[in-house]
């Protein structure tokens, strides 16, 4: 998926072909929530806000960072918002934007920034903000540039980013049947000395078994069919000797002849970063992982591999992590492995490098890394993405759109109600119910006869 994605060698997003090829939008493969409307990003800004108040108005040190930021049309939603509030505009130092693309970095400065230069740094590049001239906008290749400070105070946005992270996919095999006398006899070592029993040992329970992209052979291949497909690894491999056994969610299926499960092993160390950034890291957990280096990043910006083990004490935690993506709320995805071409499901392997890839995204298993990497935070959710959004007032702020409009512009009435709506639509295809809303904020212990705050969007609300 990262080479297909990502590669410097004609990646997805990462290619050096022209700006026609833009991937989203009507004319492209997929439209994401901020481009069906402007309500989405205003409500994410709301949302990060509501969150700064909460956290007591911190007047410095804030910053904003969001991952894989597609044309910049959220961030820019989100930034229009926030100079509303203008405390909070001011304690913002400055914006993080993670991306790979060149292309999509050239376009999110275009929106972001206007007439203003784009500058090389020294972890990337750098320009001012459109919407005010002492704020500036820093893009890098790797989150492991973007400093981690215990006195900075991060809000972390992650947008359909994880769903476009390489997984790992395993299925659980049964035990081979024991040997016959015939084939004891076969496996038998001879020697000088006599005969040696085969040392094979035969597993008594289920194992797992990697599902690996391959070839297919020759009398398989049909004209205008994908090349690859996946194959059940014939023995275990380091991956399935491993990464199914770090959590019980998974331990639990091993049993089950036949079951499918997904593992992004890269969404949960890009999760556990997030956690670590608000809360803190957990001194329990000496040797953490670390997002893998970008494959475009620049040789002159290494990343020191021993920063890996270094542990981040955060005496206060602050800041805030929201995910916005597709996947179960509650279940280990499987089988979801897809692409995505004109708006149309396809086989992942269809033409390498032009189809979009992804997957579900695994909301427990991006939970379970966060409380276990840092001591600091809390999670809330997944809740679906209709819920969230009605929660922070979607159609409250339709009705002062459409009613600014009036009778007098029929088309921006319609355009603002058909898309608020396709936003929360919670019938079996509508966004509303497969996009799944989840937060990562400080964590703050609880007295007696106290109840847990919990943040705007997730039941909570906000206290002047």
């Not at 090389?120 to 750098?126: D, R, S, T």
């Not at 946005?157 to 997984?167: C, K, N, Q, S, V």
């Not at 998974?250 to 999760?271: H, N, R, V």
Request: some cysteine.
């Amino acid at each position: 998926m990262r080479q297909c994605l990502t590669s410097d060698l004609g990646g997805y997003y990462t290619t050096t072909a022209p700006s026609e090829t833009d991937q989203f939008g009507a004319k492209g493969d997929f439209v994401t929530s901020p481009e069906i409307s402007q309500i989405f990003g205003e409500l994410i800004g709301l949302w990060v806000v509501a969150e700064w108040i909460a956290q007591g108005r911190k007047s410095e040190g804030v910053y904003l960072m969001e991952m894989g930021p597609g044309r910049g049309t959220l961030m820019d939603d989100m930034l229009r918002t926030i100079r509303n509030f203008p405390p909070f505009a001011k304690a913002i130092e400055a914006v993080f934007l993670v991306e790979a693309s060149r292309n999509l970095r050239l376009a999110q400065h275009k929106l972001l920034c206007g007439g203003n230069p784009l500058l090389e740094n020294e972890i990337g590049h750098e320009s001012t903000s459109k919407h005010s001239k002492d704020l500036k906008i820093i893009w890098t290749e790797d989150i492991r540039f973007v400093p981690r400070e215990a006195s900075k105070t991060p809000f972390i946005i992650a947008h359909e980013f994880f769903d476009a992270l390489p997984i790992h996919v395993f299925q659980s095999v049964p035990p081979a049947p024991p040997p016959s006398q015939q084939q004891q006899q076969d496996s038998t070592i001879q020697t000088p000395t006599g005969p040696i029993p085969s040392p094979r040992r035969i597993p008594k329970t289920n194992g797992w078994r990697e599902l690996v992209v391959s070839p297919k052979p020759p009398h398989k291949l049909k004209a205008d069919e994908p090349e690859f497909e996946l194959t059940m690894a014939k023995a275990a491999t380091p991956h399935s000797m491993y990464l199914p056994e770090i959590s019980p969610r998974y331990q639990a299926l091993k049993a089950t002849d036949g079951a499918t499960i997904e593992i992004s092993p890269e969404s949960q160390a890009y999760t556990l970063d997030f956690a670590i950034r608000i809360g803190g890291s957990n001194p329990a957990l000496p040797n953490q992982p670390s997002p893998p280096t970008a494959t475009t990043h620049a040789p002159h910006r290494p990343v020191s591999s021993a920063s890996k083990a270094q542990p981040f004490t955060k005496p206060r935690p602050s800041g805030a992590a929201l995910i916005i993506d597709y996947g179960p709320a509650s279940t280990i995805p499987a089988n979801s492995l897809r692409g995505i071409k004109a708006h149309s499901r396809v086989s992942p392997f269809l033409s390498p490098g032009t189809t979009d890839v992804s997957a579900d995204v695994d909301f427990l298993a991006l939970a379970e890394a966060a409380v276990n990497g840092s001591p600091g935070v809390e999670v809330h959710g997944p809740v679906s993405q209709g819920r969230f959004l009605g929660a922070m007032g979607i159609r409250e702020r339709a009705g002062q759109l459409v009613g600014r409009a009036g009778e007098v512009d029929r088309e921006v009435v319609e355009r603002v109600e058909s898309g608020w709506r396709r936003l929360v639509d919670l019938g079996p295809q509508g966004m509303g119910g497969l996009y799944q809303v989840m937060a990562f904020v400080p964590l703050r212990p609880v007295g007696e006869g106290e109840v847990r705050r919990r943040p705007v969007g997730f039941g909570g609300d906000v206290k002047a």
